[in-house]
């Protein structure tokens, strides 16, 4: 297929050329045919010894630009419960593999009000802001071996077949990064549950822990409505908490809360103002209540909790898909492939408002 496209670009090349040499040879008296003839000849000497280069294209190599083009497009779904953050970069400025930070600038400090000024002239303040920093993580999958180069660059089923596995890779552990970050929240934004006790769910726990219950909920959002924080609100529930809240009678009776669906998009719909979203497992915790660290094995005291976020609270970062692939690898008869991507996420108030976990005791 691939000399078929070469001989068909050889012979419209050689047309054209005739038909140059033809309008040459018309103007200057020289021989049409002779002149199509070195014009094509030039054509081609050029082409062996330097391509064609043209401003603003980059000339990456035909697979790499496949596999890259045919990523970005689903590497980051927008059904993910970590899309319903801030998203902090643009496309044009998104950052690279190399850079293990994003600086963003921090919101100033409010300036101080006087009723009714008595004395003059008026205290001057000076309004402290600054940039703050987001740490990047660095995901990439571990390489995969390529069959056959001509088959890959014709065929999107088989070129699909690898990176949708990469891609689930890289979006898990973007959705583990996420969950971490957002679990750190600020010491007075945890409720804890206070339910019945029930057994641990997950694996490599032991111990009862009790329930959540819809006043748990309404003291979270409360806490929410302390801050005055605009902006539409979600909620991040995993499988245990999730079967624990179709117990409480106003999550499913859709005549008292006025939600038609209340299993709304994989998850429990919209109720006390919070969009809901549900996970197999939301956030982690150890069992001194700190946000579990990402790939740590489980311990006998860990517990679950659910989240509770304004969207303008939480900052994401989202990097350029980087492909690699090194070609013809005689020890691996062929060639290899992986990706990788930089991503980040962060509270962006240093008194980290408007997050709050609900989070597991021991019962």
């Known amino acids: 297929m691939k000399n078929l496209f070469l001989i068909g670009k050889l012979a419209i090349g050689f047309l054209l050329a005739l ?73 044009s400025d998104a950052p690279g593999t190399a850079a293990a930070s994003y600086q963003i600038p921090q919101e100033l400090q409010m300036p101080e009000g006087i009723t009714d000024p008595a004395e003059f002239p008026l205290p001057v ?9 987001v740490t990047l993580n660095l995901l990439a999958t571990k390489p995969t071996r390529l069959g056959d180069r001509e088959q890959l660059e014709t065929s999107y089923d088989r070129r699909a077949s690898f990176l949708s596995l990469h891609a689930n890779v890289l979006d898990q552990m973007a959705a583990a990064v996420s969950l971490n970050r957002m679990s750190q929240v600020a010491s007075g934004a945890t409720v804890l549950t206070s339910g019945a006790a029930a057994a641990a769910a997950l694996p490599g726990l032991t111990g009862n822990r009790k329930a959540v219950t819809k006043d748990d909920i309404i003291k979270a959002c409360e806490i929410l409505d302390r801050t005055d924080m605009q902006g539409k609100r979600y909620g991040l529930v ?110 962006l108030r240093s008194d980290k408002k408007g997050v709050v976990a609900i989070r597991q005791s021991a019962a």
């Open 125 to 133: 303040e000076e309004l402290e802001g600054g940039n703050e920093i």
């Open 19 to 91: 038909f140059v040499g033809a309008i040459l040879g018309s103007a200057t008296g020289i021989n049409p045919v002779a002149a199509g003839g070195v014009l094509f000849a030039a054509q081609v000497l050029r082409a062996c010894t330097k391509p064609v280069e043209m401003p603003g294209l980059a000339f990456d190599d035909v697979l790499t630009s496949i596999f890259t083009r045919d990523l970005q497009k689903i590497l980051f779904p927008d059904n993910s419960f970590y899309k319903r953050t801030k998203k902090l970069n643009t496309d």
């Open 238 to 347: 995993g499988a245990t908490q999730h079967s624990e809240l179709l117990k409480i009678e106003h999550f499913v009776d859709y005549e008292k809360t006025g939600n038609q669906s209340a299993l709304l998009r994989g998850a429990i719909g919209s109720v006390m103002g919070v969009e809901w979203y549900k996970r197999s497992t939301a956030a982690i915790f150890t069992g001194a209540g700190a946000a579990k660290a990402v790939g740590a094995a489980a311990a006998s005291d860990d517990n679950e909790g659910m989240l509770i976020w304004n969207e303008n609270a939480i900052g994401r970062v989202e990097g350029t898909v980087q492909v690699y692939i090194n070609e013809a690898q005689a020890q691996y008869l062929g060639a290899l492939m992986n990706n990788a991507v930089r991503f980040g996420m962060k509270l």
